[in-house]
């Protein structure tokens, strides 16, 4: 499999990197209580925020930059970017949660819900005790999971791990949730960990879209006349484009151009998760998501996982993002090894 890849890769007319074995960088992390954010720097340039506001219905990592100061996340709504894309206004930087959780759609929901629905989604509330250890590179917390009564199906404990090494950024996300009352994750499409892509990391399409300028402008650009978009997706079992989404593969990639720089935003699934290789809604519009309790849907009803908590039951879901912008994309064997050390942790 690995050689297909990389013949793959070959005649995508790739260029793979190959030096994988860089110094490690400081990781600094900046408080900002007021704003309830935290920077999280590689050396003195930043990485991404940590931020958790309720405002944003759950805690996001947002912006996300590679080295370089390239930013591979859509600025929409939080920083509209000239060309930005306005569909989902959910889709803020990177972020976890489900569709339906005990009825509760915890993914949709966004100051574009009204008040009188607001009742239907969940609220993913932040706990601003937050640990935070600059040798290890962790971010700690806690957040609860709650409807509009503010009443807690799901404690969330989360630790983000952040390395930096040569040209690569690297984010180690592992989540437990335990229940606070019985709770069913109903299979759903929409979930669970994911991140909305640049304009430039968007697969070219035939369909009509809305963008915005830096101003808030909106402007409708037909279909086929988008020149920025020239992004294309990778699955570890060599699925790629609008293939990838609703398979199974164990990792995942996307990759495009952002100016003169080759950009890859990697997602990599634990051997431990449940339903492990997880399910991919990876989507040409910029959603990139790894949901392994989607299987009904991406089986078109074949199967069903359905996952179930009883009070005081756990699930711990575990991966690892993979940042990079330069002259070139990681190949597959390079991707295989980073899976590989994180299916260790």
Not at 147 to 164: R, V
Not at 197 to 205: G, M, R, V, Y
Not at 224 to 229: E, R
Request: charged share 20%; aromatic share 10%; proline share 5%.
């Amino acid at each position: 499999m690995r050689q297909k890849l990389n013949s793959l890769f070959a005649c995508l007319g790739l260029f793979c990197t190959a030096d994988v074995a860089a110094q490690k960088q400081a990781i600094t992390f900046n408080r900002h209580p007021a704003e309830k954010k935290i920077d999280i720097l590689v050396g003195n340039k930043m990485f991404t925020s940590f931020l958790y506001t309720e405002k944003l219905e759950k805690p996001v990592l947002f912006p996300v930059l590679a080295n370089h100061q390239v930013d591979v996340t859509r600025g929409f709504p939080l920083q509209p970017k000239n060309g930005d894309p306005t569909d989902h206004p959910h889709h803020i930087g990177i972020w976890f949660n489900f569709e339906n959780l005990n009825g509760l759609d915890f993914w949709n929901n966004s100051y574009a819900i009204p008040a009188e629905k607001k009742s239907a989604y969940g609220w993913i509330k932040t706990d601003p005790k937050i640990e935070t250890d600059a040798k290890t590179g962790v971010l700690a917390y806690r957040a609860r999971w709650t409807n509009q009564k503010d009443e807690t199906l799901l404690i969330e404990s989360t630790k983000l791990t952040f390395n930096a090494a040569g040209d690569y950024r690297i984010i180690d996300r592992e989540t437990t949730l335990t229940a606070s009352t019985a709770v069913t994750f109903t299979d759903a499409k929409d979930g669970m960990l994911a991140i909305r892509l640049a304009h430039e990391l968007q697969i070219p399409t035939d369909k009509d879209q809305k963008f915005t300028d830096d101003k808030g402008n909106v402007t409708l650009i037909k279909g086929g006349t988008d020149l920025v978009a020239n992004g294309n997706y990778l699955t570890s079992i060599g699925k790629t484009g609008d293939a990838a989404w609703s398979t199974r593969a164990s990792w995942c990639m996307a990759f495009g151009k952002m100016g003169n720089d080759s950009v890859s935003v990697i997602i990599i699934d634990h051997p431990k998760n449940i339903n492990y290789p997880t399910y991919w809604h990876a989507r040409g519009y910029g959603l990139f998501a790894a949901n392994p309790l989607g299987e009904k849907i991406f089986t078109n009803g074949a199967s069903a996982k359905n996952l179930q908590l009883k009070k005081g039951e756990s699930a711990t879901f575990r991966f690892r993002i993979v940042v990079n912008a330069g002259p070139g994309l990681p190949s597959p064997q390079q991707i295989e090894q980073w899976a590989a050390a994180f299916a260790k942790k």
